[in-house]
């Protein structure tokens, strides 16, 4: 039985980040400084002016082109303890997923002895983190409210996150006019990834019912957004934040499915990120989710957002070994969906025959 953890506080509203003076202000701590972990699409953006920082402060922007990968974590750690910054009064992340998962995975490892690779797994990570603090600017991973931060290992080839409490925010500011400017592509294939692990969990084997009341929730805020006439309207914003903050909450408590393995396939070997990824893996999906198959189609083409298709049509047989190896590894996921004996039902053909559809 799990004993779960969510994150402690949160402000949600427009305008909320306006708050972040007077959160940083009433945390004590032996140091006064701040470091922080922003996307790398706000360098020039009105938004740093916003923002209360000061001259100890530390900022540092996180590159979107590649998702998180241990190396980058290490390096983040390694400048802090060169400048002598490595006991921040708080991190505050302000980005989508990288970024969200980047202020976790520092945050763990300044208060951590070793590298960002040794806490790849389950409750590795020992000693409580820097206080943090998580403000999305795009809705959908629930990075905000998981237990997990993503990276890859370079070396290992390893996708796995610091799954532990400790990696949970303190606090998150949730400011739907930070998701404004998002473009149309990138805000549907993010916002569905907590429509799809919403519905992989409601499909699987091992569910509760707090998981359960989340996802269904998410899911609803989902086809309020997604099936109205413009999915970035200011109350649909809001609404897909909140979905966001539930999904995130859902997936705390029960497992994905059938989806997201595969898309980690796509990641593994193509370096396809995650959410256009999940989205890429659905055109293959009909067999194992039908109704939300068609649902999902039917909001893309409502929103009018192309979905990718025909990336792992015609590839050699090596390729689709390294696709099949990549994706049945996940073996939480698969079962939830499938049951124990899934490698029966996903053999090295059916699974080549899933991705050439895809
Ligand atoms: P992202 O962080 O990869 O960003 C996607 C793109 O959107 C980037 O180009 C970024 O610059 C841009 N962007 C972000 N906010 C913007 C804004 N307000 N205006 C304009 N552009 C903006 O996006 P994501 O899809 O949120 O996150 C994907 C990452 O999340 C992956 O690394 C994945 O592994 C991780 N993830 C983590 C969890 C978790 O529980 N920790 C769950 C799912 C996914
Ligand atoms: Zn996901």
Same mark, same amino acid.
């Given at each position: 039985m799990n004993n779960s953890k969510n994150v402690l506080h949160y402000m949600f509203g427009k305008g909320s980040i306006d708050k972040l003076e007077d959160i940083l202000k009433d945390k004590k701590s032996e140091n006064q400084y701040t470091v922080y972990y922003i996307d790398e699409y706000f360098q020039n953006n009105e938004l740093l002016n916003k923002l209360p920082v000061k001259e100890e402060d530390e900022i540092f922007f996180v590159q979107? +082109?590649?998702?998180?990968k241990t190396e980058f974590i290490n390096k983040f750690r390694d400048i802090l303890v060169e400048k002598g910054k490595n006991k921040p009064k708080a991190i505050v992340a302000i980005g989508g997923g990288a970024t969200l998962d980047t202020g976790k995975a520092v945050a763990n490892l300044l208060t951590n002895p070793g590298n960002a690779e040794d806490y790849q797994g389950w409750d590795l990570v020992k000693n409580p983190a820097i206080y943090k603090i998580g403000i999305p600017t795009i809705s959908g991973t629930g990075a905000e409210a998981s237990r997990t931060c993503v990276m890859t290992n370079t070396k290992s080839g390893l996708k796995l996150g610091m799954n532990s409490d400790f990696t949970i925010y303190d606090q998150l500011i949730l400011d739907p006019?930070?998701?404004?400017?998002?473009?149309r592509d990138q805000y549907f294939y993010t916002g569905m990834d907590t429509y799809i692990h919403s519905f992989e969990s409601l499909n699987g +084997?091992?569910?509760?019912a707090i998981g359960d009341a989340y996802a269904k929730q998410a899911i609803a805020l989902c086809r309020e957004v997604f099936l109205s006439d413009d999915m970035m309207s200011d109350e649909n914003r809001e609404k897909l934040m909140i979905a966001s903050y539930f999904g995130g909450c859902a997936i705390a408590n029960s497992f994905v499915g059938v989806v997201h393995p595969f898309s980690a396939g796509l990641s593994v070997v193509f370096g396809t990120h995650h959410c256009i990824g999940n989205c890429i893996t659905m055109n293959a999906m009909e067999e194992f989710y039908p109704k939300e198959y068609e649902e999902f189609f039917k909001m893309a083409e409502k929103q009018d957002v192309i979905i990718p298709k025909?990336?792992?049509?015609?590839?050699s047989d090596e390729t689709y070994l390294a696709l099949y190896n990549s994706t049945v590894i996940h073996e939480k996921p698969l079962s939830n969906a499938l049951g124990d004996d899934f490698k029966n039902k996903l053999t090295l053909e059916k699974v080549t025959e899933i991705f050439k559809r895809m």
């Open positions: 979107t +082109k590649d998702e998180p006019n930070l998701t404004k400017t998002v473009p +084997k091992y569910r509760n025909g990336i792992a049509t015609d590839l």
